[in-house]
């Protein structure tokens, strides 16, 4: 039997509430087996023909879509990766082994199936929006943040979609990533950004990301993978979940983007509160 995390972690949970444009993954709906769908098709996934897809600001009508409550009536598909979780976090080519197939997989289930789970569809565009971002497509990442942004319900969530994430991908196009001057133009943008918005419309908002973005901490993540994922696919001889495959996008997601940058956002919305009279919790 495959060893598997079967749902993200707590942590996942946190960080992706402090995250830049997609919300925390739903449970599942209770009805969800109440709604008629095609038996699970289990998807053994081939690296080297996938292509990325590349989602637009809609999918096409189609009278043929299947109707789903949740994203566990998505088709059963399996990734096998030669690397471990570890190298996987640091290593573009591992990582793209994955992300490539995962991405056109991704794609080809948002045209197949009228996903009827908000929460869930965010997931999947938050998902592709960090893998265009670690692979350079900032185009294609500002359109999906849109897209997340046309689908939260939320006027709040609404203006501070993609508020991060937005002001990162203007910094690495200007001075590259990963350096102190995309950093600096980083932290400017988001200062900007937020100080540009309502306090009375975002106050609440920001001041509950402040204290989750509190609680990430790189050593926990990085251990996460180590003790956790690492033995896992081992064990597994390689093989991915569609389901654990994304949440290793988003494990590299907040390493790689997010907590290099996290003193600063931090900063940012600590700056951003104290000017507007309020004080964020430690």
Do not use: H
Not at 91 to 98: G, K, M, R, V
Not at 178 to 202: C, K, Q
């Amino acid at each position: 039997m495959m060893k598997c995390l079967s749902r993200p972690s707590s942590l996942i949970a946190v960080a992706l509430l402090a995250s830049c444009a997609s919300s925390p993954p739903a449970a599942a709906p209770k009805d969800a087996g109440a709604v008629d769908s095609p038996a699970p098709v289990n998807i053994q996934s081939d690296p080297g023909t996938a292509t990325v897809g590349q989602p637009g600001d809609g999918e096409p009508a189609r009278p043929d879509r299947v109707a789903i409550r949740s994203l566990a009536e998505l088709p059963v598909r399996t990734y096998t990766i030669d690397s471990s979780a570890s190298e996987l976090m640091e290593s573009d080519a591992s990582f793209d082994a994955l992300a490539v197939p995962l991405a056109r997989d991704m794609s080809a289930d948002m045209l197949a199936y009228d996903i009827q789970d908000p929460e869930g569809m965010k997931q999947l565009l938050g998902v592709q929006m960090n893998i265009a971002v670690l692979q350079g497509r900032y185009g294609d990442a500002r359109a999906i943040i849109e897209r997340i942004r046309s689908i939260e319900t939320s006027e709040v969530k609404q203006l501070m979609t993609g508020q991060v994430m937005g002001s990162l991908i203007d910094a690495w196009e200007i001075a590259g990533p990963g350096n102190d001057a995309s950093a600096d133009i980083f932290e400017r943008n988001l200062r900007d950004r937020i100080s540009g918005l309502s306090w009375d419309m975002v106050g609440e908002e920001v001041l509950a990301r402040r204290k989750n973005a509190a609680q990430m901490n790189e050593a926990v993540f990085r251990g996460i993978v180590v003790s956790g994922l690492d033995p896992m696919l081992q064990e597994n001889g390689g093989v991915l979940t569609y389901e654990v495959a994304r949440q290793l996008v988003t494990f590299k997601s907040i390493l790689v983007l997010q907590l290099p940058l996290q003193d600063r956002i931090n900063r940012v919305y600590t700056e951003v509160a104290r000017s507007n009279g309020a004080e964020p919790e430690s």
